[in-house]
């Protein structure tokens, strides 16, 4: 199985690189192919014109139409966010808004948000319920947050913490579930 995972930061001392290696552990483990889409290696444009309303189809970079492709061929979509001002950062649905709600159709979503606060950016992932099925897709019903990031996951993506282990697993379980039955 492929899964695609959208990064929402392009903060200096983002902490999205830390939650993404914990979840593609996780995701692995469940035998998911995963490639990464971060707007800061990527370097998306300030959307003006999405890849699917382009009158000119060869003025869209190559990239961009082979990270169209990889959305439609995936699996599943993860969805990797901090909050910005109470909700989804800005460059996380930049991203995402590239591209066509067809390339999205019936994918299963999984959410997984983080804040350096006690909330766990839980705000942005209520945020990102109303924004994913409004882009096609079915956003599983378990969320993972996680607050305090900074102090909860290292830099290379582990954790000491029993209840994030056990909730990225329980997460990871639904993110299966559903995909196997899309």
Sequence with gaps: MRAIMFLGSVRDGRMCTRVAKLVESQLKAANFEVEVFDPLVMEFPLLKTPVHFSRDPSQIPQWMHDADQKIKNADAIVVVSGEYNYTIPPALTNMMDHFAPASYAGKPAGIVSYSMGSAGGIRAATHLRDFLPAISMAAIPHSLAIAEVHNVIS?????????????????????????AHL
């Design 155 to 179: 830099e290379d993506g582990t954790t000491p913490v029993p209840l994030i282990l056990t909730g990225a697993l329980m997460w990871q379980s639904a993110l299966l579930s559903l995909t």
